[in-house]
């Protein structure tokens, strides 16, 4: 468990996390999201004991990170995995970090096979991939078979196997009675991922519910139509309630009545459809939507959005 | 590459006893040890003070018979043995910086606090395993600097020393030590101190280095009052580099007093340090 309470950390006037107060349960996948520039990276920092709370606090388990006597077989993190030293190879990696939490040298042969790195364990870190260094990062953070998994952005750079992998490896964590706390930007892999979600934003938190409940909250399903014709069917659609709004010439968005009721209605007036498809709620759109106003960093996109598409 | 799903992750007894300061030293000697660039510096130190030493040896050989007598009263069958011994200090000094600075420049450093949250141990276990190091380069390249020069001053006619002379000897196990803690030690806590390799090294080799050569440059009552305390030229006045007449002579006591001082001061400033910034 990871427990959260009003923490706070500033730099200079600003504060990159404020009043965070939050907690992270064991056997259920905690995703935690966020734009960039939100908070994520300086939270779990917080949690690690890398950086001092200005104000507040957080704890793992009970005690605070820099209390703790064998942190490693408490709580594994994968933080930075390309945070390597070039000219090492992947086994002394791993070995040095095992003899620093106490653990036996097999712990190591262990966990390069548990993640599929048995064969280039001595082959120098610097000549590896992006997705070989997430695997190893991986592997460091399993070095103490700990109960409390945290990691940021752990399938960045996987292929799509690798990704499943990681998502298996993740669940079965947590089916186990697992704490694990995921922080991540790749929405579609979150919503097949986590249970739970903690979604960040300026440094405030600015949800903490249940996926489900967040999905159903914040974005809403809705009907596309293509159609040749479709500025034609717009009237009649909005005489009975609906809402429209207008994508490339031949595409509407529909909310407010389901695909069977717009079907009726363009059969009724002789319109052709090309496609009439309903839209269910994505996690992207409803982190886009949640946190549209706290984006620190944002390519210009256009129009705001006043409708969330999937 | 294969991908296990099948091994089983349950939990492993976890034995929650403390890892302690032999894990903690162990950790950082695997570190030091399996990069190539730490075998590459030391074998340099070795290699390049104790060469370079031979050829300054040959050189007095070669050119003695035409020196002038001031050259002639400044040659020591002892120190000038000594010539190659900037290519050791410097040498170390890059090992005592870059074993701190790797780890700032990679962010390795995040995972040894990690690892290993408590950070005075940490410290503690890098200082011993760096200095360890240091100490083992100079045991081998300051009496093989000796060593090496004596046979040849011999066959040009100048005078020699033998190790078992008691001002060799005496020479020989001070400088071997102290050499080794000093040129490791000091820049290990400049390294803390500044977070970059660049900046450290520089700092490091003015600190030890420097006042030496600024001595004759600086007015008396600076190199009474202010240089005779700076550890370097404490240590020369221990060696007998620093004449027992000079203005920045200092006693036996008082110059093992102002080494000691000035080590535990810089490796207590950077441990503090240390302990109250983010890493």
Same mark, same amino acid.
């Given at each position: 468990?990871?427990?959260?309470?009003?923490?706070?950390?500033?730099?200079?006037?600003?504060?990159?996390?404020?009043?965070?107060?939050?907690?992270?349960?064991?056997?259920?996948?905690?995703?935690?999201?966020?734009?960039?520039?939100?908070?994520?990276?300086?939270?779990?920092?917080?949690?690690?004991?890398?950086?001092?709370?200005?104000?507040?606090?957080?704890?793992?388990?009970?005690?605070?990170?820099?209390?703790?006597?064998?942190?490693?077989?408490?709580?594994?993190?994968?933080?930075?995995?390309?945070?390597?030293?070039?000219?090492?190879?992947?086994?002394?990696?791993?070995?040095?970090?095992?003899?620093?939490?106490?653990?036996?040298?097999?712990?190591?042969?262990?966990?390069?096979?548990?993640?599929?790195?048995?064969?280039?364990?001595?082959?120098?870190?610097?000549?590896?991939?992006?997705?070989?260094?997430?695997?190893?990062?991986?592997?460091?953070?399993?070095?103490?078979?700990?109960?409390?998994?945290?990691?940021?952005?752990?399938?960045?750079?996987?292929?799509?196997?690798?990704?499943?992998?990681?998502?298996?490896?993740?669940?079965?964590?947590?089916?186990?009675?697992?704490?694990?706390?995921?922080?991540?930007?790749?929405?579609?892999?979150?919503?097949?991922?986590?249970?739970?979600?903690?979604?960040?934003?300026?440094?405030?938190?600015?949800?903490?519910?249940?996926?489900?409940?967040?999905?159903?909250?914040?974005?809403?399903?809705?009907?596309?139509?293509?159609?040749?014709?479709?500025?034609?069917?717009?009237?009649?659609?909005?005489?009975?309630?609906?809402?429209?709004?207008?994508?490339?010439?031949?595409?509407?968005?529909?909310?407010?009545?389901?695909?069977?009721?717009?079907?009726?209605?363009?059969?009724?007036?002789?319109?052709?459809?090309?496609?009439?498809?309903?839209?269910?709620?994505?996690?992207?759109?409803?982190?886009?939507?949640?946190?549209?106003?706290?984006?620190?960093?944002?390519?210009?996109?256009?129009?705001?959005?006043?409708?969330?598409?999937? | 590459?294969?991908?296990?799903?099948?091994?089983?992750?349950?939990?492993?007894?976890?034995?929650?006893?403390?890892?302690?300061?032999?894990?903690?030293?162990?950790?950082?000697?695997?570190?030091?040890?399996?990069?190539?660039? !730490?075998?590459?510096?030391?074998?340099?130190?070795?290699?390049?003070?104790?060469?370079?030493?031979?050829?300054?040896?040959?050189?007095?050989?070669?050119?003695?018979?035409?020196?002038?007598?001031?050259?002639?009263?400044?040659?020591?069958?002892?120190?000038?043995?000594?010539?190659?011994?900037?290519?050791?200090?410097?040498?170390?000094?890059?090992?005592?910086?870059?074993?701190?600075?790797?780890?700032?420049?990679?962010?390795?450093?995040?995972?040894?606090?990690?690892?290993?949250?408590?950070?005075?141990?940490?410290?503690?276990?890098?200082?011993?395993?760096?200095?360890?190091?240091?100490?083992?380069?100079?045991?081998?390249?300051?009496?093989?600097?000796?060593?090496?020069?004596?046979?040849?001053?011999?066959?040009?006619?100048?005078?020699?020393?033998?190790?078992?002379?008691?001002?060799?000897?005496?020479?020989?196990?001070?400088?071997?030590?102290?050499?080794?803690?000093?040129?490791?030690?000091?820049?290990?806590?400049?390294?803390?101190?500044?977070?970059?390799?660049?900046?450290?090294?520089?700092?490091?080799?003015?600190?030890?280095?420097?006042?030496?050569?600024? !001595?004759?440059?600086?007015?008396?009552?600076?190199?009474?009052?202010?240089?005779?305390?700076?550890?370097?030229?404490?240590?020369?006045?221990?060696?007998?580099?620093?004449? &027992?007449?000079?203005?920045?002579?200092?006693?036996? &006591?008082?110059?093992?007093?102002?080494?000691?001082?000035?080590?535990?001061?810089?490796?207590?400033? &950077?441990?503090?340090?240390?302990?109250?910034?983010?890493?």
């Amino acid at each position: 468990m990871i427990t959260a309470t009003g923490l706070t950390k500033r730099y200079g006037s600003t504060a990159a996390v404020d009043g965070l107060t939050f907690e992270v349960k064991p056997g259920i996948v905690t995703g935690f999201l966020g734009p960039n520039g939100a908070g994520k990276t300086t939270s779990m920092r917080l949690i690690l004991g890398l950086d001092k709370a200005t104000e507040g606090t957080v704890t793992v388990n009970g005690q605070s990170y820099r209390d703790k006597r064998v942190p490693m077989q408490e709580i594994g993190a994968l933080i930075d995995p390309s945070a390597v030293h070039g000219g090492r190879s992947a086994y002394h990696h791993l070995l040095w970090q095992a003899q620093a939490g106490g653990l036996p040298r097999g712990r190591v042969d262990e966990v390069l096979d548990m993640v599929g790195l048995t064969d280039v364990a001595g082959k120098k870190v610097g000549g590896f991939s992006l997705g070989m260094h997430q695997r190893l990062g991986i592997a460091s953070a399993l070095l103490g078979d700990p109960p409390v998994l945290l990691f940021d952005e752990p399938v960045n750079g996987l292929d799509p196997e690798g990704i499943q992998w990681v998502r298996t490896l993740v669940r079965r964590f947590a089916a186990e009675g697992r704490t694990v706390f995921i922080s991540s930007h790749m929405m579609s892999e979150m919503e097949q991922t986590a249970d739970h979600v903690l979604v960040i934003g300026r440094g405030h938190l600015v949800a903490d519910v249940s996926m489900s409940e967040f999905m159903q909250r914040s974005a809403h399903s809705h009907v596309r139509i293509v159609s040749l014709r479709a500025h034609d069917l717009t009237p009649f659609l909005e005489a009975k309630g609906a809402l429209v709004t207008n994508g490339t010439p031949n595409e509407l968005t529909v909310t407010g009545l389901d695909a069977a009721a717009i079907g009726a209605i363009a059969f009724e007036q002789g319109i052709p459809l090309n496609e009439l498809s309903t839209q269910r709620a994505s996690l992207e759109a409803a982190f886009m939507e949640l946190t549209y106003d706290t984006v620190e960093f944002r390519a210009d996109r256009g129009p705001t959005p006043d409708v969330a598409f999937a | 590459m294969t991908m296990s799903t099948a091994s089983p992750i349950g939990m492993t007894s976890n034995t929650n006893a403390e890892p302690g300061f032999g894990a903690a030293l162990q950790s950082e000697w695997t570190k030091l040890r399996s990069i190539r660039s !730490t075998w590459i510096v030391v074998s340099l130190a070795i290699g390049l003070s104790i060469g370079f030493s031979a050829l300054f040896a040959l050189v007095s050989g070669l050119t003695h018979e035409s020196w002038n007598d001031d050259i002639r009263a400044q040659f020591d069958p002892i120190l000038t043995t000594m010539g190659g011994m900037l290519f050791g200090f410097i040498l170390t000094i890059v090992l005592g910086v870059t074993v701190v600075t790797s780890e700032y420049s990679s962010r390795m450093m995040r995972t040894t606090f990690i690892a290993n949250p408590h950070r005075n141990q940490v410290f503690a276990a890098k200082a011993t395993v760096v200095a360890m190091l240091g100490v083992a380069i100079s045991v081998i390249t300051i009496p093989g600097m000796f060593l090496v020069s004596q046979p040849i001053f011999g066959y040009y006619g100048l005078e020699t020393a033998s190790v078992t002379d008691n001002d060799a000897t005496r020479f020989l196990l001070i400088a071997s030590l102290l050499q080794g803690l000093f040129y490791t030690l000091i820049p290990f806590a400049f390294a803390w101190l500044l977070r970059g390799a660049a900046s450290a090294i520089t700092f490091s080799i003015g600190f030890c280095i420097l006042p030496w050569m600024l !001595t004759p440059l600086v007015p008396i009552w600076v190199q009474e009052n202010v240089f005779r305390y700076h550890p370097d030229i404490a240590k020369d006045s221990l060696f007998g580099v620093v004449e &027992a007449d000079a203005t920045t002579h200092l006693a036996q &006591a008082p110059a093992i007093l102002v080494i000691a001082i000035w080590m535990t001061g810089l490796l207590a400033a &950077a441990a503090i340090v240390l302990n109250r910034r983010d890493v």
